[in-house]
């Protein structure tokens, strides 16, 4: 079997840097860094109830948090933030953060950043091909029309490999498909990379996606 290594833990310090900036002591951290995947799921959570309300697809590329003493700062960076604009709805996001939190002495921030291709981000183009897949499009289909999405945003090359009960067979199996150059043992290669998990009627699938962005 080959070792594998997640391309940006292997990265770290070299091309890519942390999401959460903060430090803490020993036995602080376990709470912190739960604290952090409770920020995260509520964001995620609240965008995912709103878009059922919108019509258009919303992405979250990736959620940044720094914290200090009495200051918990969030930056979303979004591929389509129509939903989040309203100054009424950051602050409806706000609040929910804090109750989950139940933090008193600490002032939330919120940022919404966009980004300029949202294609060439892996969360995003996972989401598109996730919903692809639930609308019982062909995989083959879902992978070709991410690739060209990708190619327009720039990239210089791309993996996507979708992983389940792919179109309802009853066997699972692994696909994958590869477009330009993916060099996963260059570390000075910034490579972007997410697993998502899709909930299918068949079953849950797998899709991973690598892309190479600059060198």
């Known amino acids: 079997m080959g070792q594998k290594i997640n391309p940006l833990g292997f990265r770290l310090g ?4 942390h999401h959460s900036l903060w430090f803490a002591q020993r036995k602080d951290y376990s709470e912190d860094l739960q604290e952090d995947q409770k ?7 609240y965008v995912q109830k709103n878009m059922k309300i919108s019509s258009s ?25 129509k939903l989040l ?14 109750k989950e939190l139940n933090s008193v002495n600490r002032k939330l921030n919120i940022a919404i950043t966009r980004i300029a291709n949202p294609y060439g981000h892996p969360n995003i183009l996972a989401e598109f091909i996730a919903g692809q897949l639930k609308n019982r499009v062909s995989f083959r289909k879902a992978m070709k029309k991410a690739i060209e999405l990708t190619e ?41 990379y997410c697993s998502y998990t899709v909930r299918t009627i068949y079953g849950a699938l797998g899709i991973k996606i690598w892309i190479f962005v600059d060198e």
């Open 14 to 17: 070299a091309t890519q840097g």
């Open 152 to 192: 327009q945003a720039g990239t210089k090359g791309i993996q996507i490999q979708i992983a389940g009960r792919i179109d309802g067979k009853e066997i699972a199996r692994v696909e994958w498909i590869r477009e330009g150059r993916v060099p996963l043992q260059t570390i000075r290669a910034k490579i972007d």
């Open 85 to 98: 604009i309203e100054h009424q709805k950051i602050e409806e996001l706000q609040i929910n953060i804090q």
């Open 39 to 45: 920020i995260r799921n509520c964001i995620k959570n």
């Open 57 to 81: 697809v919303e992405g979250i590329a990736c959620i940044e948090i720094q914290k200090r003493i009495d200051l918990i700062q969030v930056i979303i960076y979004m591929g389509f933030p």
